[in-house]
């Protein structure tokens, strides 16, 4: 039988603890290393925040033209004054902190492999390796789905630390509220019904949480931590390392660095199920995750998308005879098995739904 073995990757952490130089699996090639400029550049202004609490109580429009702009320019911005507690952003960034600290084998009762070879979504893990020459990215997750909340996968939520299931909960709550005030004023800038985006989101949608943790890496200088994508989910909100920078945006062709701020960052990202929602109005920008050499990184992301049993595609309100739909139509669950293809060679899902 042909050795497979190659499916079944390593704990990040682990290769990290034990060896020098990165297996070749996680090199970048020439090809890829051309042009790619992993230092990155300086943003040319700082992160747009927005007071999320003035935007939602009186849509205040001097932030209302700061989302905009963000939106258009970036496709990704901060948001202060957004009611969650650094006390709990503190205990969230902890528990994950201390799960990923947790020995391999307590880590491995939680593995997203299942049976020693059948790979899931859920669990603790790397991604998915789809063939013996994909990139590998220098970093372990934990990933869960959070809502429908009677789909939560309990078995997959770690008891260590004892607080992580009520941090999770909680945080996600939390959460929800930021991201419903967010869909909120980008229907209003679209000149929507204020609860039209919102509406997208049944009790059936799916609601992941991602656990991100990048060990230090000895070549930070040929692998990422994250190879480029765009978040295949509507929005997605990204609670960020205080301390170690890493993420970098591209636009035009440059890529950015978002830097690490002293308190936490609440950092939203569209993803690629708002830009075909939005006809392509508001895009999905593709970021990546750049390693450290000496510091371990950790950033907890949120991820919104719809209910997997309907159908995506450009919301009716957006369509008109001058700005017909983009983008063809497809059930979202498919959508999603598509983008697990894509994104392991590096391409973008939204591009092979142009029409
Ligand atoms: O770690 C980060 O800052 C970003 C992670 C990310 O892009 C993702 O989980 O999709
Ligand atoms: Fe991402």
New binding site residues.
């Given amino acids: 039988m042909a050795d497979e073995s190659w499916r079944l990757p390593n704990s990040v952490q682990q290769l990290a603890a034990n060896m020098q130089e990165p297996p070749s699996q996680y090199l970048l090639r020439e090809q890829e290393l051309l042009g790619a400029n992993l230092a990155g550049a300086e943003m040319p202004e700082p992160v747009p925040t927005i007071d999320l609490g003035l935007l939602s109580a009186s849509n205040d429009p001097e932030e209302a033209a700061k989302l905009r702009s963000a939106l258009q320019t970036w496709g990704f911005f901060q948001v202060s004054n957004h009611g969650m507690e650094t006390s709990l952003m503190d205990s969230v960034m902890t528990a994950s902190r201390d799960f990923f600290r947790l020995p391999l084998e307590e880590k491995r009762k939680y593995s997203n492999i299942i049976g020693g070879k059948h790979f899931q979504m859920e669990g603790y893990g790397t991604d998915q390796v789809k063939t013996q020459d994909q990139r590998l990215d220098w970093s372990d997750r934990l990933h869960l789905k959070v809502e429908p909340e009677d789909e939560r996968n309990l078995a997959l939520w770690p008891i260590h630390p004892k607080s992580f299931r009520d941090d999770l909960h909680e945080y996600t709550l939390r959460s929800k509220r930021i991201k419903d005030d967010i869909l909120r004023a980008m229907a209003k800038l679209l000149e929507l019904d204020e609860d039209c985006l919102v509406n997208q989101f049944s009790d059936r949608a799916l609601t992941y949480a991602?656990f991100?943790y990048y060990p230090p890496c000895p070549r930070p200088d040929l692998v990422l931590g994250?190879k480029p994508?765009s978040?295949v989910y509507a929005l997605?909100v990204?609670l960020?390392d205080k301390d170690v920078a890493?993420?970098q945006f591209l636009r035009d062709g440059t890529w950015y660095n978002v830097p690490a701020a002293s308190n936490y960052t609440l950092l939203i990202n569209v993803g690629v199920t708002m830009e075909i929602m939005t006809n392509g109005i508001f895009k999905g920008p593709v970021?990546r995750?750049v390693t450290n050499s000496e510091k371990e990184r950790m950033?907890v992301?949120v991820f919104y998308g719809l209910d997997p049993e309907r159908e995506i595609g450009p919301i009716a309100q957006m369509l008109t005879e001058d700005q017909p739909a983009r983008y063809r139509k497809m059930k979202v669950k498919d959508f999603l098995v598509a983008h697990l293809e894509h994104f392991s060679r590096g391409e973008r899902v939204v591009d092979s739904l142009r029409i």
Avoid: K
């Fill in positions: 991602r991100n994250i994508h978040d997605t990204l960020m890493g993420l970021h995750v950033s992301a």
